[in-house]
């Protein structure tokens, strides 16, 4: 799949962890399956001197390109979720790592 692919909210996602490289992104939300910002949300960013800022290297002059494996996860699973809150993600390389993800239990 590709970034023009994707529906407009998870483009917007995908760019904002390429803007952040290297740090974190903070109290989003899930609505029905897709992130979302908040007036919570927060950009941490971490200045990285071991490594490049250099783009997506597999970025086209269109702004198009193919989504990593890293990418699907997150998105898969913030789609399992439908409704929740994205504590925390961890961004390198501008690449989704790690996240903290919160849903209520159904009891």
Known sequence: ????????RDQKMIA???????????????????A?????SQQIITDNYDHDDAPHATKR?????????????FLCRIRKVKNGKIKSITIRS??????????????
């Open 1 to 8: 799949m590709t970034y023009l692919e994707l529906d407009r």
């Open 16 to 34: 904002l962890m390429g803007a952040v490289a290297f740090g974190r992104l903070e109290n989003f939300i899930i609505e029905d399956g897709y």
């Open 36 to 40: 979302k910002a908040t007036a919570d």
């Open 61 to 73: 002059v269109d702004g198009n390109f193919l989504l990593t494996d890293k990418h699907m996860r």
């Open 94 to 107: 501008g690449l989704p790592v790690a996240s903290e993800i919160s849903e209520a239990i159904s009891i």
